[in-house]
């Protein structure tokens, strides 16, 4: 059986979608995966990230990461994105690489590749489900197969109960939030498995 090729795709402003990317690579990689841990391009401008030293801080922890590409997307049979919420979508950035992919969409070679998301919102309620439900009306778009958590295990339910894909406040990342990124991440490893042959 050939070993699923999953790229784990992240943006992170502050580093709690790049925490979470982390585990959910490591989770993939202990599944039985091939994994790329990928980021999306920084595309405020300077001046801005450098005016808040968190953000400027985020962005070159990140620096040894490689850039997510179309040829990363070609190259995986599955994708998992985690990205923060900025009024109840994915931010700029992500919109941004998406709105590369029109190449490599329009030939076919985003379909039938699994996908699953994750967020992080200020607050718990400040959009997590429909950022995560954007990214997934994206992949359908493309033709990939949505593979949601559901309430599979009951790591879910411990870490919030977001059965469409893992979502936290920014910031917090605890060891039953990291279980259920794992849960989430192996269960997408599966699932492609499973397509694959």
């Not at 995560?132 to 339910?157: C, E, K, N, Q």
């Amino acid at each position: 059986m050939a070993l699923p090729k999953i790229a784990v795709i992240f943006y992170s402003t502050y580093g709690t979608n790049h925490q979470v990317a982390t585990v959910a690579a490591e989770a993939a990689k202990s599944a039985g995966a091939e994994v790329r841990l990928l980021r999306i391009a920084e595309t405020a401008p300077e001046a801005v990230v450098n005016g808040q030293p968190a953000w400027k801080a985020q962005v070159e922890k990140v620096q040894d990461i490689p850039v997510v590409t179309a040829d990363d997307m070609v190259w995986a049979d599955g994708y998992f994105f985690s990205a923060p919420t900025r009024f109840g979508n994915s931010p700029s950035q992500v919109r941004a690489f998406i709105d590369t992919l029109g190449g490599v969409w329009s030939q076919g070679k985003l379909a039938n590749k699994t996908f699953t998301a994750t967020t992080s919102a200020q607050n718990p309620h400040g959009g997590q489900e429909a950022t995560t439900l954007g990214l997934y009306v994206t992949a359908m778009h493309w033709g990939s197969i949505i593979v949601a958590p559901g309430y599979t295990d009951p790591v879910l339910y411990e870490a919030g109960g977001n059965p469409y894909g893992f979502s936290t406040v920014a910031g917090k990342f605890d060891d039953n939030g990291k279980a259920a990124v794992a849960h989430q991440a192996k269960r997408l490893v599966e699932v492609t498995a499973k397509l694959i042959g």
